[in-house]
Structures are given as structure tokens and as C-alpha cells.
């Protein structure tokens, strides 16, 4: 009986000490090993790969922003604010999406296949407006040529990048509401085009949030 005890109090000793130690090194020493080694190594990404403006946080370059107008009485959805470069539908064309205006509690897509009558009539409608947004006094845009991700929202819903196809698209208009020249407003969406990453991976594509900080300062020069 005695011999039961002792080996039983012993064996709860040597689980508990376990158990501490494993806590120690993998609920604290670990855990602050790496965040020491991404801060000194990777300070931006591991802090979320923040970007700033006026010297305060305005965004994350991981993940997209909506540039509204103000909501107006009785309305559900706001309008877009044309003076700014708009990013991919953030609420997934409407209500296709659990992501609604960039909120983060959850991200997803559609989920409906490529011939959903809803989705195709999303589609039609987002296109719509993109020509109708875009189109200004001598520059019209042909719904050719109109690019995937002008009406479709990403996977996630949170993409923060455009196809470059899609922010020429919005050049002339964007230069029409802010009073500048379409050639300066091309140039900086060239400026801020990236290409594919080691020049394989993926594709070319614009961050929308830098090239607005940008476009905001190129607007405070004149």
C-alpha cells in the first residue's frame, strides 16, 4: 500500500515538473525567442506590415480599405468617393460575402460557381458601374475592357491589390475629380505597380492604399 503511494506521488511529481517546464519553454521562452528574432529580423511584417501616413498608422499593406462616400440617410450602402483609386469589391459585389466592408471578424468568397445566375447578374451590374464611373468627359471605357478583379472580390475579400489594368482604367477619372493632369496620375500608377514576386510568382499588381497616400500628397503639391 505504501509502495502504491509512493510511486503514485511520485509519478504526479514528475508529470507536474514536466508539465512546469513544458510551460516555461514552450508558453514563454519560445514564444519570446521568436518574437525577439522577427523584431530584429522582420520588424515591419511581424508588427503587420503596418504603412503610415502623417506619421500615424493608416492601414496595413495586407489588407484592402474601402474609399467611401459618407453614408447618406436611408442608405444601406455607401458610394464609392471617386476622387480615390478603388480597390476590389470589398463586400463581394454586394452580399455574396461574409466580409463586409473590410470588418475582419470573418473573410471569405462567394462560394457560388462560375454560372450562378445571382453571381452572373453581380457581375453584369458591378461592370456596369465600373464603365459608368470611369467614363469621362473624352475617355470613354469600352466593358471589354473591364479586368476580372474590377467586379469580383478576391478569395479572402481582403486583397489590398489591383491589377494594373484596373487602376489605368480609373486614371482619367481619378485625374478629372482631383484636378490633374492624366499624364502625372499615370505615372504614378506606373510609379506604384510591382511586378511579380522573384519575377515569377503571381502577377503584376498595384497596393491601392500607397498609391492613394501617394495620390493625397501629389493633390497637396498643387
Known amino acids: 500500500m505504501n509502495t502504491s503511494v509512493t510511486n503514485t506521488a511520485r509519478l504526479l511529481g514528475a508529470g507536474l515538473r514536466a508539465l512546469l517546464v513544458l510551460t516555461v519553454v514552450t508558453g514563454i521562452v519560445y514564444p519570446l525567442v521568436i518574437t525577439g528574432i522577427a523584431q ?79 453571381l452572373v447578374q453581380w457581375v453584369k451590374d458591378a461592370k456596369a458601374a465600373v464603365v459608368k464611373d470611369n467614363s469621362v468627359a473624352g475617355y470613354t471605357v469600352d466593358p471589354s475592357d473591364v479586368p476580372a478583379d474590377a467586379v469580383t472580390s478576391s478569395g479572402s475579400g481582403l486583397d489590398p491589390a489591383i491589377s494594373p489594368q484596373y487602376a489605368d482604367l480609373q486614371v482619367h477619372r481619378v485625374a478629372e475629380r482631383n484636378g490633374l493632369p492624366v499624364a502625372r496620375v499615370q505615372r504614378l500608377v506606373d510609379e506604384h505597380t510591382e511586378s511579380r514576386t522573384l519575377g515569377f510568382i503571381g502577377e503584376p499588381r498595384v497596393n491601392v492604399l500607397p498609391l492613394n497616400i501617394a495620390l493625397r500628397e501629389l493633390v497637396a503639391e498643387r
Open 40 to 118: 530584429g529580423l522582420f520588424p515591419g511584417k511581424a508588427n503587420g506590415s503596418e504603412i503610415k501616413a502623417d506619421g500615424r498608422v493608416v492601414g496595413s499593406s495586407l489588407i484592402g480599405q474601402s474609399y467611401n462616400l459618407p453614408l447618406k440617410k436611408g442608405q444601406e450602402t455607401p458610394e464609392p468617393d471617386l476622387k480615390w483609386f478603388q480597390g476590389r469589391p470589398q463586400n463581394g459585389l454586394g452580399t455574396n460575402s461574409v466580409n463586409t466592408q473590410y470588418e475582419l471578424i470573418l473573410s471569405g468568397a462567394t462560394n457560388r460557381s462560375a454560372d450562378n445566375a445571382e
